[in-house]
């Protein structure tokens, strides 16, 4: 059973930093892209950022948060990471990890539950 904890969302101001966690478990974790979607009130869930899986990772970004979040995984810990610089209020959102998988024929998604970051100006 996949299941995926994020950790390290809260309030901060204008222009500072966060950095949020997601603990897998239940799946061979360095084989797998794993990715970050923020939903903010009203709004539709969007991707924020990826990390492929295997020997060598490459990221992707929203062109959003390009050059101020930084997605980075550590394989030794089942753990990937969102540091999030110059954080400005149109971030604030539930941010929810994310990773897919083939079952039998279809995509399976995995969600963590989510964690709250509020950025006040």
């Known amino acids: 059973q996949v299941q995926l904890v994020e950790s390290g969302g809260g309030l901060v101001q204008s222009g500072g930093s966060l950095r949020l966690s997601c603990a897998a478990s239940?799946?061979?974790?360095?084989?797998?892209?794993m990715y970050w979607y923020r939903q903010a009130p009203g709004k539709q869930r969007e991707l924020v950022a990826g990390?492929?899986?295997?020997?060598?990772?490459?990221?992707n970004y929203a062109d959003s948060v390009k050059g101020r979040f930084t997605i980075s995984r550590d394989n030794a810990k089942n753990t990937v990471y969102l540091q999030m610089n110059s954080l400005k209020p149109e971030d604030t959102a539930v941010y929810y990890c994310?990773?897919?998988?083939?079952?039998?024929?279809?995509?399976?998604?995995?969600w963590g539950q989510g964690t709250q970051v509020t950025v006040s100006s």
């Open positions: 239940g799946m061979l974790f360095s084989a797998y892209n």
């Open positions: 990390i492929t899986g295997g020997d060598r990772s490459t990221t």
């Open positions: 994310n990773t897919r998988r083939v079952v039998g024929t279809i995509w399976q998604d995995y």
